[in-house]
């Protein structure tokens, strides 16, 4: 193996803990609670999984996977869809695709970026969730060749169904992690972030998401004593949305265009626990407006150097302003 971020951990999770002015720590995930203060206030994605892939066939009888990325925020009884083969993108195009069971996904129209998502319309033989709990799997692309069972695409915070890909950020956490950060004065809250499919072509923008951020969430995170940490970029993308120019939370909930970048920078959150991206990856930019281009440079050159694990399954980056 290479010194390139390796994709797939069977080991400790590694964590690096990234501070400006502050040289960097190489620690294991199992001591993030000693990185943090009495009073902080980690958020957390409660959105769970779904086994949004399911094989398909297009007209000509050519086997394709069909990935279910979010519904359609102007028609929520269709659903915005990719094409992939073989872990990569397919092409696709009007008409009729067959799925298991008798059930059909028709291809409308381009979404926005034309040529990778579709909007679709499905003729399910039962409930969307019933039908992909029977006939789909998890989405995996070319990075991750093993199989995994659904279980393993859940975090410790998972009860919202929703989420085409796994909110990988808390994937580290136990239960013996919450206790730590109990006994550490850490409190954590949850807020609900459903992710669509992450495969960005290089340069594009994330795309609209649904979340909820209740009001006892907004009022933790209104009164908390000391630093709001995010557990995923999933989360500094919901929380930003709801936060005010001063940086008050309010409750609410729908769908969020916002994207977090050093020209947008994010105005309540002051540290980000995430994994490590691909080097043309949307979130990157996120990333540099938390912690500034330095630091993340400096970052990713040490996570290479030291062969830090990228992807879901990989290791984890503490962000702290």
Known sequence: MNRALRALATDPVRL????????????????????LRAGDLLI???SATIPAALP??????????????????????????????NGRRAQGRAGTLQ?????????????????????AELDLPEPLLTYLDRHGAPIRYAHDPTPHPLADYQTLFATEPG??????????????????LRERG????????????????????????????SEHTAHRINAREGRLIAVGTTVVRALETVADAVGIVHPGGGWTTLVVTPDRPPCVVDGLITGWHDPDASHLLMLE?????????????????KGYRRHEFGDSHLILR
């Open 186 to 213: 850490v409190s954590v809250q949850r807020i609900t972030l459903h992710t669509g499919v992450s495969s960005q072509e290089r340069g594009e923008r994330p795309y609209p998401e649904r979340y909820f951020v």
């Open 289 to 305: 407006a938390l912690g500034g281009t330095d630091l993340i440079e400096r970052s990713y050159a040490a996570a290479l150097d």
């Open 99 to 119: 799925l298991p069971a008798g059930a059909t996904a028709t291809l409308l129209a381009p979404y926005l970026s034309p040529g990778r998502l579709w909007i």
């Open 44 to 46: 957390v994605n409660a």
């Open 16 to 35: 690096m803990v990234a501070a400006p002015g502050r040289p960097l720590v190489h620690t294991t995930f199992d001591s993030l609670p000693t990185h």
């Open 56 to 85: 398909a066939r297009k007209s000509d009888g050519t086997p394709v996977d069909l990935h279910l990325s979010t519904p359609d925020p102007t028609h929520p009884d269709r659903w915005v869809v990719e094409l992939r083969a």
């Open 163 to 180: 989420s085409a890909e796994m909110p990988s950020a808390a994937r580290p956490f136990t239960r013996a992690t919450l206790e730590a």
